[in-house]
């Protein structure tokens, strides 16, 4: 037999193999049987195949303009990586329920046993906690970045940290104390509390910062759920440049914190100090946010960001604008 010959034999041996194994789904195992083989060169063959570039994978998906928005944002910003789910038309609380639910996928596919997860409040992280369903239970700690409000549900972070510690199977560590002192003396006591210290320390080298971010302009901003303000301040923060909330700060369009009375009385994190962190995860849904997400974003505060189709679009416009007045 010409060597020619015994190629064609060989190759027609892998392919029948490799159609066998990759199309219609046997084992290896099972193969070796049907041809009378060993296992071992069934497993040569494929293996053979693969070099020779017989196996080709093509993966089509029916989002693929989410995946290309996904790498747009990453190239655009400083993100490692991003997650666009599809907006639903007319329905911000679906969009963002979706949002909620790829983002509880996102991070428990990247949580380890020993992790420490530090959350704000917000009706963005409540969609996530309320979205996590995951198969094991994880050794993990829960702590707030913030102080807490009570009243609405997504407003208590102690609330939404105990949610959190319980579907995910860990233990959370609270902090005692209110989001805004009654003066900045006292906020600056608060902070030396031990039991406020040690959570924010914690928070501080958190694995995983889990943040929502909030807009200011319109009367219906959950961050008037946080603190009440009058119509002329209201409108006095956006004629001070002021475009959105993150860990409760009230911040400008290139990321800074304003210089608002409200921000030196938080019992808060500073948004600088999320740069400790492994990893800070955004999760945000509406066109409302898009000001604020750039604002976040500019100020690097954000690793990754959950967000939804048409919220993802306007981002990039509105960076492009900016990039083009510069």
């Known amino acids: 037999m010409t060597d020619k010959e015994k190629d064609f034999e060989l190759i027609r041996q892998i392919h029948t193999v490799l159609i066998l194994h990759f199309i219609e789904g046997q084992k290896q195992s099972d193969i070796a049987k049907a041809l009378n083989l060993s296992t071992s060169k069934v497993n040569r063959l494929i293996t053979q195949g693969r070099r020779m570039g017989m196996v080709k994978i093509d993966i089509e998906t029916p989002f693929q303009t989410l995946m290309d928005l996904e790498r747009e944002l990453a190239q655009a910003t400083s993100l490692v990586d991003a997650v666009v789910t599809p907006s639903v038309s007319g329905s911000v609380d679906t969009t963002l329920q979706q949002v909620g639910r790829a983002a509880a996928n996102h991070l428990v596919e990247t949580l380890r046993d020993g992790d420490v997860i530090a959350i704000t409040g917000g009706k963005a992280v409540s969609a996530v906690v309320e979205s996590l369903t995951p198969e094991q239970s994880f050794d993990v700690t829960v702590v707030p970045l913030t102080g807490g409000v009570q009243g609405k549900y997504y407003t208590d972070v102690n609330h939404l940290a105990m949610?959190?510690?319980?579907?995910?199977?860990?233990q959370t560590m609270l902090m005692h104390a209110p989001l805004f002192a009654e003066s900045q003396q006292q906020r600056d006591m608060l902070m030396e509390v031990a039991s406020i210290r040690d959570v924010l320390d914690l928070a501080r080298r958190a694995n995983v910062a889990l943040v929502g971010i909030g807009s200011i302009e319109p009367e219906c901003s959950s961050y008037y759920d946080l603190h009440p303000v009058p119509d002329a301040d209201r409108k006095m923060l956006v004629g001070m440049g002021v475009v959105g909330e993150f860990l409760a700060h009230l911040i400008h369009s290139n990321g800074a914190v304003s210089n608002y009375a409200?921000?030196?009385?938080?019992?808060?994190?500073?948004?600088?100090?999320?740069?400790q962190c492994a990893r800070v995860i955004g999760v945000t849904a509406g066109p409302l946010k898009v000001q604020p997400i750039t604002a976040?974003?500019?100020g690097g505060f954000l690793d990754s960001l959950i967000v939804d189709e048409e919220t993802a679009k306007a981002v990039l416009e509105e960076m492009?604008?900016?990039?083009?007045?510069?």
Not at 164 to 170: E, I, S
Not at 320 to 326: I, L, R, S
């Open 163 to 170: 949610r959190m510690a319980d579907r995910l199977g860990g």
């Open 262 to 275: 409200l921000n030196s009385r938080l019992v808060a994190l500073p948004p600088g100090d999320l740069a």
């Open 296 to 298: 976040a974003l500019n």
């Open 320 to 326: 492009e604008g900016t990039q083009n007045v510069a």
